[in-house]
């Protein structure tokens, strides 16, 4: 309640988590300007972690994305020289995601700016403070799961 006995009116969740998340993408990107991925920074270190593995169906589910902008993603990765795409000798109608060698140079820049950001945006917050935030963000994403099933209906 605020001063005249009025309840505070909060902004939607999506409406803060849209306005953070453009905030950090947009300190994420200037200072990433040089390297040539615009956007598909988190893509790169998810198929970096795959180890040579990861298939454009894993990325997709990983990013909660459809295969339509997956393909894009790898497609601008690959033009780039971040990632290439390499058959699977054991199924030749599949391709795994590997990381070039531009692409593993990038990684650990790329992991020391979502570090800065991240310090930057928890300073002050101590550490239990954190964990409870990821957590907490945890169950509002598995609440809202059933909507994505909304979605595609």
Do not use: W
């Not at 997709?60 to 902008?69: G, I, N, P, T």
């Not at 990381?99 to 979502?114: C, D, L, N, S």
């Not at 964990?131 to 809202?144: M, Q, V, W």
């Amino acid at each position: 309640m605020d001063k005249n006995n009025r309840p505070i009116l909060r902004e939607p969740l999506g409406r803060i988590t849209d306005r953070i998340g453009r905030m950090f993408f947009g300190s994420l990107q200037k200072r990433l300007l040089h390297l040539d991925i615009e956007r598909s920074f988190y893509p790169l270190l998810l198929i970096d972690a795959g180890e040579g593995e990861l298939t454009q169906q894993d990325l997709a589910q990983k990013l909660a994305s459809d295969k339509v902008q997956v393909v894009r993603i790898v497609d601008y990765l690959s033009v780039n020289g971040y990632v290439e795409r390499v058959q699977n000798p054991k199924d030749r109608r599949e391709y795994k995601l590997h990381v070039t060698e531009k692409g593993r140079a990038a990684v650990p820049e790329i992991k020391a700016v979502i570090k800065e950001l991240s310090e930057l945006a928890f300073e002050g917050l101590p550490p239990e403070k954190i964990d409870e935030l990821y957590s907490t963000l945890d169950l509002i994403e598995t609440n809202l799961v059933c909507l994505k099933t909304d979605l595609e209906q």
